[in-house]
Every structure is written in structure tokens, then in C-alpha cells.
């Protein structure tokens, strides 16, 4: 019987989402866990891939087992083995045929950052910190270039293994937080129907650029020829995190 799970997960001490052969990596402790309630080996299949240091508030990941437990039930025996850094939100039976890479339709990434004058610790784990305070409305201005279907060759870190560059962004959302104790904070998320590697970092890094004063023609230049050096820095992996990917379909309880 196939199971789907909900899995969130603090990305800091792990290699990435897909197992290495050095490493500790998010499919690895899943898989561990699965083989202590199992007792055999279980290969788990995730949503996507995660890089080292990203985080997710709920990736969707299959596998296939025999047992008794009901199916919403599985989640409590992930949860008695594995690690505080590693939850299993919701568990739930496969519906027939489903297959949690391919079926996807949506995926949504949060970016985090905040500016302050001097980095402040409590942030420091799931935010980057930005030199200058941002102009949010430049940057959403900026952000309507990248909506809808675009080569987004640009846009990806060398070492990417896509067969194609076309990808659709559907949405961009940033908001703009003032927290009151010196920091504003910012998010940047975008919903598409899939990225690259280092993609949704990458168009960050853009974006906080033009907010800090940088012009908004290096996008429609890197769309049109493909060239990531037209592009700002890549933003560092801490702050991102998946937030959701859409099946178009009710997987679990209560969605």
C-alpha cells in the first residue's frame, strides 16, 4: 500500500532533502525512521528536492509499506522515532496511481530576510540579514517582469540537471514587516509550477537588489539572453523555506 505523508523540517543541519553518501539529509532520517517501524528498508520518494539549508513548512513525500496501522495514524510512529528537527505533520493512503513528483502542480517558496544595524540572533537561524532597508514597492513593480511562462535560464546555478529552462510563475507576494524593536522584516513568496535549481534564491537576491536602489532591466536582459551574471548574488539558503505544493486534489484530512 502506497502512504503519502505531510513533512515539515528546520533545514540547517541537513545536506539537502535527497540522500548522500556524505551527509545527513531530511530522506535519509525518513528513511531510518521507516526501517526502525517497519523493519525492512523503505525507500521514501519526496515532493521535490531541497538544497542544504532550506527549510519547509509541509513537502509531501510517498511510500510503500504493509501495515495495520490506519493510515492517518502512520504519522505518530514517524513521530516517536525521529528527530526535533523533523515532524511528520499528516499522514494519509495514496489515492490510486498518485505520485507526489509528477502529479504536482504548484509549488510555493517563501523567502525571509530582515534589516537591522546589527544582527540580531534570534532571526540570524531562519532570515538573512540585508545591509540597507528595502523599497518594497520598487521591488514588487520589478516582480510583475517575472510573472508568467519565461526561459528562466537565467535564473538557475550552474549544476542544474532540468531538461528544460521554461517554467511558469504564477505569483509574487512580498511583504514588508516593521517588528518595533529595530528590524524590519521581508518576505518574498512565489508560487510557479515548478524551479530551478537555486531559482526562487536567485530571483531574491534580484529583487532586494532593485529594492536597494539597483535598476529592474537586468531581468528582462537575463530573460531574453540567459545570462545569470546580469543577475544579482544568490541569496543564502537559510531563508528559504517550501511552504506548499498543490495537487489540485485532497490528499489529507482537514485541508
Known amino acids: 500500500m502506497k502512504y503519502v505523508l505531510g513533512v515539515s523540517?528546520?533545514?540547517?543541519?541537513?545536506?539537502?532533502?535527497?540522500?548522500q553518501k556524505n551527509g545527513r539529509?531530511?530522506?535519509?532520517?525518513?528513511?531510518?525512521?521507516?526501517?526502525?517501524?517497519?523493519?525492512?528498508?523503505?525507500?521514501?520518494?519526496?515532493?521535490?528536492?531541497?538544497?542544504?539549508?532550506?527549510h519547509a513548512h509541509f513537502q509531501v513525500c510517498e511510500f510503500?509499506?504493509?501495515?495495520?496501522?490506519?493510515?492517518?495514524?502512520?504519522?505518530e510512529c514517524f513521530n516517536r522515532i525521529l528527530p526535533t528537527d523533523v515532524?511528520?505533520?499528516?499522514?494519509?493512503?495514496?489515492?490510486e496511481g498518485f505520485?507526489?513528483?509528477?502529479?504536482?502542480?504548484k509549488k510555493t517558496y517563501c523567502y525571509r530576510a530582515y534589516y537591522?544595524?546589527?544582527?540580531?540572533?534570534?532571526?540570524?537561524?531562519?532570515e538573512a540579514r540585508l545591509k540597507n532597508k528595502i523599497d518594497t514597492q520598487r521591488m514588487r513593480k520589478?516582480?510583475?517582469?517575472?510573472?508568467?511562462?519565461?526561459?528562466?535560464?537565467?535564473?538557475?546555478?550552474?549544476?542544474?540537471?532540468?531538461?528544460?529552462?521554461?517554467?511558469?510563475i504564477y505569483s509574487i507576494v512580498i511583504r514588508e514587516n516593521a517588528e518595533g524593536r529595530g528590524a524590519v522584516h521581508y518576505e518574498i513568496e512565489v508560487c510557479g509550477?515548478?524551479?530551478?535549481?537555486?531559482?526562487?534564491?536567485?530571483i531574491a537576491g534580484e529583487l532586494f537588489g532593485i529594492g536597494s536602489g539597483k535598476g529592474d532591466g537586468a531581468i528582462k536582459k537575463a530573460l531574453e539572453t540567459g545570462k545569470r551574471e546580469l543577475l544579482a548574488k544568490t541569496m543564502p539558503a537559510k531563508g528559504l523555506a517550501l511552504l506548499n505544493t498543490e495537487y489540485g486534489i485532497k490528499l489529507f484530512e482537514n485541508e
Open 9 to 19: 523540517y528546520d533545514g540547517t543541519d541537513f545536506a539537502g532533502w535527497q540522500i
Open 25 to 54: 539529509t531530511v530522506q535519509g532520517v525518513l528513511e531510518q525512521a521507516a526501517f526502525e517501524i517497519f523493519r525492512k528498508e523503505i525507500k521514501i520518494k519526496g515532493s521535490g528536492r531541497t538544497d542544504a539549508g532550506v
Open 64 to 75: 510503500e509499506a504493509e501495515t495495520s496501522v490506519p493510515a492517518k495514524k502512520v504519522r
Open 87 to 95: 515532524s511528520v505533520l499528516k499522514s494519509a493512503a495514496a489515492p
Open 99 to 105: 505520485d507526489c513528483t509528477r502529479a504536482a502542480r
Open 116 to 126: 537591522a544595524e546589527y544582527p540580531l540572533p534570534l532571526f540570524e537561524r531562519y
Open 142 to 168: 520589478a516582480a510583475e517582469l517575472l510573472i508568467g511562462r519565461h526561459d528562466f535560464k537565467a535564473f538557475s546555478a550552474t549544476g542544474s540537471s532540468a531538461k528544460t529552462s521554461e517554467r511558469e
Open 193 to 202: 509550477n515548478g524551479f530551478l535549481y537555486n531559482m526562487v534564491r536567485i
